[in-house]
């Protein structure tokens, strides 16, 4: 396969996870300010911490109230993290590789790309918000559902499979980042019984509620739920279990040694790790640590399979300088 085509269907996959899971984000935070006290300083500023954006955030944006945000996570062309400029970089991909995914995969990203922008005064308004993230979702589990149904299980797909994992991954973290960081701390004692509240909402973002409690048979508890969603070998969206999927891709494919060596070493600190153990400032720096881990195994694919490093390793000063 053409290493063009490959880093194409790969970041095409990204991109739509990244859309997807910025929809949840978006909701377990809204769901969450509906179920706490109403003088809770909690705010939509988090979101935009967790997305590590703060700086680009503030170049065109005075606060962090409720529309700002909003607007920038879903609707501004030129955040690098909104779902509208997500599907717009997933449709280019998927235009240019037309012929290698199915044709029916090809006409829903299509048509969820036209949608998301068509239906921007809705998603951006209380009333329509939920349902137009819904449909975001829905509407991307479809796409991967044709693609796992109707594609060839070639090297392509792998590509496709590594890139929604490692970007799924990624956005775990970050929804339970979002809602651990400020929350429920040793200062807010106020807010202990809304604790449970928190972690169900966290679950709920990532529709692992009933798979919470087929798998754990235990009530919504903090350490239950970090180590589920952390470790859990059977959850598709712990990160365990997306690592799991990476290694089982990265074994189909040649010269795998340097991202085998990164996979393992992420399911090691996964693993080893006793969550029930840290604070929410050692939970934070674990998160930060687990996205390290997220970028080498990124950099080792780049560095072996794509294009892009490819030219980086031939002529690296010039690719430096037009970066």
């Not at 939970?283 to 980086?312: K, M, P, T």
């Amino acid at each position: 396969m053409l290493a063009r085509v490959a880093e194409t269907l790969f970041w095409m996959s990204r991109y739509l996870e990244r859309a997807e899971n910025m929809a949840r984000l978006i909701n377990v935070n809204a769901n969450l300010l509906l179920d706490i006290p109403k003088k809770t300083t909690l705010g939509w500023e988090p979101l935009i911490d967790i997305t590590g954006t703060r700086e680009h955030y503030l170049k065109s944006n005075e606060n962090f109230e409720e529309r700002s945000v909003l607007r920038y996570l879903v609707s501004d062309v030129d955040s690098p993290v909104s779902i509208v400029s997500a599907l717009k970089s997933a449709r280019e991909n998927a235009r240019t590789i037309r012929d290698v995914i199915p044709r029916e995969a090809w006409e829903q990203i299509n048509a969820l790309n036209y949608y998301a922008t068509d239906q921007l005064g809705a998603g951006l308004s209380k009333r329509g918000r939920f349902s137009y993230l819904k449909e975001i979702i829905l509407r991307n589990q479809t796409i991967s559902g044709l693609l796992a149904g109707t594609m060839n299980q070639d090297q392509g797909y792998l590509f496709i499979r590594m890139g929604r994992n490692l970007e799924r991954a990624d956005m775990t973290t970050r929804i339970i980042d979002v809602r651990t960081a400020n929350l429920i701390t040793n200062e807010n004692m106020e807010l202990r019984p809304f604790e449970n509240i928190q972690w169900m909402s966290v679950l709920k973002s990532l529709t692992a509620y009933q798979m919470y409690r087929q798998s754990m048979q235990a009530r919504v508890r903090r350490g239950d739920v970090l180590k589920f969603l952390f470790q859990s070998k059977k959850f598709p969206r712990s990160i365990y279990f997306c690592a799991q999927q990476l290694e089982q891709c990265v074994l189909q494919l040649p010269n795998f040694e340097e991202v085998l060596n990164q996979i393992h070493s992420l399911m090691d600190m996964v693993q080893g790790t006793d969550l029930e153990a840290l604070d929410q400032n050692q939970l934070h720096e674990f998160i930060d640590q687990c996205q390290i881990e997220f970028n080498a195994i990124h950099n080792a694919l780049v560095d072996n399979y794509f294009l892009s490093g490819r030219i980086y390793k031939q002529a690296p000063r010039q690719v430096q300088k037009a970066g």
